[in-house]
């Protein structure tokens, strides 16, 4: 079983209830993964990641755009509910990562900490990014990145955040150490906890709900 499928595993054993304004979810707090890139290629081998989508997606958030029918024209739907625009979103903080990628690979210091912040303006928004801080250190010549994660939604969030992580360091002319990544609170909705069963059963056909 796969890293990602642990996690999974130890939610539904260990997880406590919580309900908030989306619903009633099973959670567990501070945890963290860190995968090598043979444990990436395990959890993206084995599970179903819209692979085009999402990178088309971090594509789009990296020119900053923030028209849902962009997203929708490149076969993005899972933004629709924001309405129109997304207003503080991803695309507001990571169209700061391209120059950051140019900046690493033209500079390659193992003494520095290149840090993407993904953090509140204090303006409104529609859908503020549960991803919070992407970190890009140089150990021995390789890549090493950490991010922290103030929420994630186990069966859908958090596979899209993982590949997109991998995506980001894969512009980085280093070979890849780690990815580490650390969450405030990962959970599953109620609506979705027999289907993640399901899915750890092996049923590579489990759809899930999404939870807005």
Not at 2 to 24: H, P
Not at 184 to 197: P, Q
């Amino acid at each position: 079983m796969n890293k990602y499928y642990q996690l999974l595993q130890k939610v539904l054993a260990c997880g406590r209830t919580q309900t908030n304004k989306k619903g009633t979810i099973r959670y567990l707090l501070n945890e963290k993964l860190t995968l090598s890139p043979a444990d990436l290629l395990d959890i993206f081998e084995g599970h179903p990641i819209a692979r085009k989508k999402l990178k088309s997606e971090l594509q789009l958030f990296m020119k900053g755009e923030r028209n849902v029918d962009k997203y929708r024209e490149a076969g993005i739907s899972w933004w629709d509910y924001c309405g129109p625009v997304l207003v503080n979103s991803y695309p507001t903080y990571l169209k700061k990562l391209p120059p950051l990628i140019c900046q690493i690979n033209r500079e390659k210091r193992s003494s520095k900490n290149y840090v993407l912040f993904l953090g509140s303006t204090g303006v409104e928004t529609n859908q503020a990014p549960c991803l919070s801080l992407v970190q890009f250190q140089i150990e021995k010549g390789e890549l090493v990145l950490t991010a922290y994660q103030r929420s994630s939604d186990a069966n859908l969030g958090l596979p899209a955040d993982l590949y997109h992580l991998y995506l980001m360091a894969r512009q980085i002319e280093l070979p890849l150490k780690s990815i580490t990544l650390n969450i405030g609170n990962v959970h599953i909705y109620e609506n979705n906890l027999e289907r993640t069963r399901l899915l750890l059963d092996g049923d590579d056909n489990v759809k899930f709900e999404l939870n807005v």
